[in-house]
């Protein structure tokens, strides 16, 4: 029985509303990072005038971004966050990695309390270690470092989870088992073996951590003090504080913010949305 | 066998890199390129000594003479940063708190100093300058409300930036088009009377017209108020008094500004395009006006340079105060820096501070008058300001200055601003839900909204286990 | 099957990366944050115990109990508004000839890529009053919709509720999408032959089989709306006007990083944490209920 093409004709429409409904903040955040703020009020998109489609091209500014990276040490902020999102990325992929390989292809004493440790472990709220977390990196002396924000990602449960089902579902018992009889060394099985098999979900623990990270505020407001170590989520909050009504800059600073990710998701789209419902569909 | 084949074989681990895509090198390339970036770039530098500022203006005031203090005083060269106020006031939090990095000089507000102090008093990073002020005379010299807001418990903690003496700023061009004559305002009631004609309520946006910018969100410019009829917070004690009578009554009066048949106030707030646009077509007439708010003006609405005039505040009783006091800096010094440090840089704080230059400068830039009293008779002040007309901006300021309320500073400062904040809001929601809007109608929930905030208040207050000791 | 002998050490270490950092970052901080809700700090250096007194306070405090009254409306408001959307955009795409759909589902689903603090920043200047984007739009349209219309003074929690509605819709529609394609297509097709209507079809046959996913993510979506603060911090600078804005993430932020009080926001923290293990609790139970 072939579905009504007539409902598509109501479907398509209103799934472009939505879409045109999502895109707006979107756009009408692109557009105030490349005006003056002269113009700033003046149109509501891109100023008016006598250039192609009746917009004053010639109006459009990079001013802002200038003035961002110049004066304001952006590229600092910039490299904190890519600095700091990488880094937790690959700390936390290795660390889950090695404890997924663990829970999911050993057998040890121990093996049924771990695995519900973990699952405990993801539903603690992070709120709750917020004040004794500060009180620890300052008896540690860790605070306002970078080490500080890093250690504590190394091997996050979430990741031991994800990895050990992804484990789990699609490395084969049997080849490990050859492997081991074969005489191989663990390191060695879980590097040329079981890694290559679990890349997808390598691919999206990875971006999921970065995309964490990168857009992490309360953990880096709380531990930084030094404003040259702020990523960029702190510190456009602070440029907020400053130059609240410079909108267009504020604009450019989020624009700023966002692209990179959009432009890491793009490449890593399939992997991240496996990753995110691998937990989920499988209860 | 796979014992036998070497790991470290350079084919065999190419082929074992291919297996990652390529989001997951760009990763890796970051984290790189990122960690070098980062190694390479020169820490902060800790040779000069910084000292932290909030405000752009006083920044560029002080600049010259900062330049001038360097090239004497090498050794002690000091280094100026601009950080925004809550910026400042989690950085200094967290250096005394948890000795992170922090400057041993910098320019605070009364909020901020009120939360260094609400601890144990060995905790408060603050210097302590009573003696110091005693001993160089400045005690005298400087203007003794001044002091008021940065002495906690009896102890001075920062040297006085300014005074802050309150005017209204009013449309010239609108009130005298109008045939009225501000002489005859003496209290805030002649106010709403005399200008009465000026106000246009319910226009279709752009054509309406407020008297007053003012509303009820607003708890600083309440307390701005409050201080001026004799109210406030706190007692010589350090007791709470926000259900003070006056106060009801103020709050009461600002009630049926805000709301109500005889509303006159309109939200214009400073630092925001939507504000500005307000008094910019003339739909606010008039404001009220500490000297560092005309100096903002001067910058944020130059278009309205010549429509101003400055007049006293209007009192709340015949004969009453007619200023007020809105705002406030301090210069603090860090209690853990060395001495000889220390020293040096209260001869900077002198020298910045007591200059004649400055002030002159300081008062160009921004209108803001100094607390030194010594510094008073400068010409600077009486030079006529096209801004506001003609009118010698600084004399006007100046000759308020003595009456300059007192403002009792508590480590509880901004939980009293807040309760009594919300109070107003209260009372202004309360006036809409059973459309009372005259002052005595208002005044006994007035009464009891400022009954409860201070209930709230001595309840926050009693909690403290490290102010117990002093009460 | 042999069972090839492996030291037994190895798993061992293969989890020691998660055992010491949980154990030094997570195990340690949680036993301390039980001993600091039993004092009261200024900072972390002075300490001074004082038992049951913050919890005491806690049960009066008129912040607290707006906090959590203002995190519970949001949860639900939100909850209600975003599950019926991102279902229903889900069902919108799941047409298997609808064209497009990798683009679609792109466009819903990268606001929810963008940070919390950058989605306030964004929002804050959307929500002005008389030059923010939304006004100025709905003014177009409707004319008598007042260009002041206060989102951020009087309206905060709509204004929540929109921005957080703007950001997630996208997210919870990609896992009902893939919950959707899960649906046996056998069974659908049988029901139309029965004579079932789409609505019968939807309600008997796809919503059983969503049911655990629909769970799930009411489950995160409840989880992640109680700790909510970055977007009314950044959105409001604060708590907002007569603390509308205040949750009880942000009152444990400022109690315990502005005014300093580490035990306070460590008691807070744990009131929350055992709001959301009862939630947690509950979810469970219903959805097991629901299996049988």
């Known amino acids: 029985m072939k579905k009504s093409s007539p409902a598509l004709l109501v479907i398509y429409p209103l799934l472009v509303f939505f879409s045109i409904l999502t895109l707006v903040p979107f756009v009408w955040m692109i557009c105030a990072a490349f005006k003056s703020n002269a113009d700033f009020f003046d149109s509501l998109f891109l100023p008016q005038g006598n250039g192609f489609l009746g917009i004053a091209w010639d109006r459009l500014t990079l001013a802002n971004f200038s003035k961002l990276f110049g004066e304001l040490g952006m590229l600092r902020a910039t490299m904190n966050s890519v600095f700091l999102a990488s880094t937790t990325a690959l700390l936390g992929t290795i660390g889950g990695a090695m404890g997924g390989y663990a829970l999911a292809k050993f057998e040890f004493r121990g093996r049924k309390w771990m695995t519900r440790l973990i699952l405990t472990a993801m539903i603690i709220p992070g709120p709750l270690l917020m004040a004794p977390g500060y009180q620890l990196m300052f008896n540690l002396g860790l605070l306002d470092t970078y080490a500080g924000m890093l250690l504590p990602t190394i091997a996050p449960a979430f990741g031991v989870f994800l990895f050990r089902q992804s484990i789990l579902n699609s490395v084969p018992m049997d080849l490990i088992e050859a492997a081991r009889i074969d005489g191989a060394g663990e390191i060695r099985i879980f590097a040329t073996m079981v890694l290559p098999i679990v890349r997808p979900m390598i691919g999206a623990f990875l971006m999921i951590t970065f995309l964490g990270t990168w857009n992490n505020f309360i953990g880096p407001q709380i531990m930084f003090q030094s404003p040259e170590k702020f990523p960029l989520s702190v510190a456009i909050n602070s440029l907020k504080g400053v130059y609240g009504q410079d909108y267009g800059m504020l604009m450019a600073g989020t624009l700023v913010s966002i692209a990179p990710i959009l432009v890491l998701f793009l490449m890593l789209q399939k992997e991240f949305i496996a990753g995110l419902t691998a937990g989920s569909v499988k209860g | ?471 | 099957m042999s069972k090839s002998r492996t030291p037994s050490i190895t798993p061992w270490l293969f989890l020691s990366p998660f055992l010491v950092t949980f154990a030094v970052f997570t195990i340690y901080p949680l036993s301390q944050s039980f001993v600091l809700s039993f004092q009261q700090t200024f900072g972390p250096q002075s300490t001074v115990n004082v038992g049951f007194e913050n919890f005491r306070y806690l049960l009066t405090d008129p912040l607290f109990w707006t906090a959590l009254k203002n995190t519970v409306i949001f949860t639900l408001g939100s909850l209600c508004v975003q599950l019926p959307l991102s279902l229903g955009l889900a069902l919108l795409l799941n047409r298997p000839e609808l064209k497009g759909r990798s683009l679609f589902r792109l466009i819903f689903f990268a606001p929810s890529l963008v940070g919390l603090v950058f989605v306030g920043i964004i929002f804050s200047l959307i929500f002005e009053k008389r030059t923010g984007l939304l006004n100025v739009a709905l003014h177009a349209v409707i004319p008598q919709f007042p260009l002041e219309f206060p989102w951020l003074q009087n309206y905060v929690m709509p204004a929540l509720i929109i921005a957080a509605l703007w950001l997630y819709v996208g997210f919870n529609m990609i896992y009902f999408l893939a919950a959707l394609q899960n649906v046996p297509g056998e069974l659908m097709e049988a029901a139309g032959i029965d004579g079932a209507g789409p609505w019968d079809r939807f309600v008997h046959v796809t919503l059983p089989h969503i049911m655990p996913v629909a769970g799930f993510v009411v489950l995160l979506s409840i989880l992640g709306s109680f700790q909510l603060f970055e977007l009314p911090f950044v959105l409001l600078g604060g708590a907002g006007p007569e603390n509308r804005g205040l949750t009880l993430v942000m009152y444990l932020y400022t109690t315990g990083f502005v005014t300093g009080d580490l035990g306070y926001a460590s008691a807070i923290g744990w009131v929350l944490a055992l709001i959301l293990a009862s939630v947690t609790i509950l979810q469970r139970t219903i959805s097991r209920k629901g299996e049988e």
């Open chain 2, 1 to 471: 066998m796979l014992r036998d084949k070497p790991i470290l074989n350079l084919p065999f681990m190419l082929n074992w890199l291919r297996n990652f895509s390529l989001g997951v090198w760009a990763i890796f390339g970051l984290a790189l390129v990122s960690s070098v970036y980062l190694m390479t770039r020169p820490s902060a530098s800790s040779g000069d000594h910084a000292f932290w500022l909030f405000a752009r203006l006083h920044l560029q005031a002080y600049e010259p003479l900062i330049g001038e203090w360097n090239e004497k005083n090498p050794e002690m060269r000091i280094e100026p940063l601009l950080i925004s106020l809550p910026a400042m006031e989690r950085r200094l939090f967290s250096g005394f708190m948890s000795g992170t990095p922090m400057a041993d000089l910098f320019e605070i507000t009364q909020n901020v100093t009120a939360r260094l102090t609400s601890g144990p008093v060995e905790d408060i990073g603050l210097r302590d300058l009573t003696d110091l002020l005693k001993a160089g005379g400045l005690s005298d010299a400087i203007n003794p409300p001044s002091f008021s807001p940065w002495t906690v418990r009896g102890r001075i903690y920062g040297l006085p930036h300014d005074v802050h003496p309150v005017l209204l700023a009013y449309r010239s061009d609108l009130v005298e088009a109008a045939g009225i004559d501000v002489n005859e305002i003496e209290t805030w009631e002649d106010f709403v009377r005399v200008m009465w004609p000026l106000q246009r309520t319910g226009g279709a946006g752009g054509e309406d017209r407020y008297l007053l910018n003012m509303w009820q969100t607003n708890a600083e410019l309440l307390s701005v108020l409050m201080l001026q009829a004799g109210g406030g917070f706190f007692d010589a004690n350090l007791r709470p008094v926000l259900d003070s009578e006056v106060n009801a009554l103020v709050m009461a009066t600002i009630a049926t500004w805000c709301t109500g048949p005889k509303r006159i106030s309109i939200d214009a707030p400073e630092f925001s395009a939507s504000g500005n646009a307000l008094k910019m077509r003339g739909q606010v007439v008039a404001a009220i006006m500490p000297d560092w708010l005309a100096g903002v003006w001067k910058t944020d609405l130059p278009g309205l340079g010549g429509k101003l005039k400055l007049m006293p505040l209007p009192a709340w009783t015949k004969g009453g105060r007619r200023t007020s006091v809105m705002g406030g800096t301090m210069l603090g010094f860090n209690k853990n820096a060395p001495e000889e440090v220390f020293k040096k840089q209260w001869d900077f704080a002198q020298f910045l501070y007591r200059s004649p230059e400055l002030a002159a400068e300081m008062f160009r830039r921004s209108t803001i008058i100094p607390p030194d009293r010594n510094l008073w008779s400068l010409p600077v002040f009486d030079e006529p300001d096209p801004y506001f007309s003609g009118q010698p901006a600084g004399r006007l300021f100046i000759d308020q200055a003595p009456d300059v309320p007192l403002r009792v500073s508590s480590p509880f400062f901004n939980g009293a601003n807040e309760q009594s904040g919300q109070a107003l809001l209260r009372l202004v929601e309360y006036a809409n839900a059973n459309g009372v809007h005259t002052v005595e109608g208002l005044l006994p929930k007035s009464r009891e909204l400022l009954a409860v905030a201070q209930a709230q208040l001595k309840r926050q207050m009693e909690r403290n286990v490290f102010m117990r000791a002093d009460q």
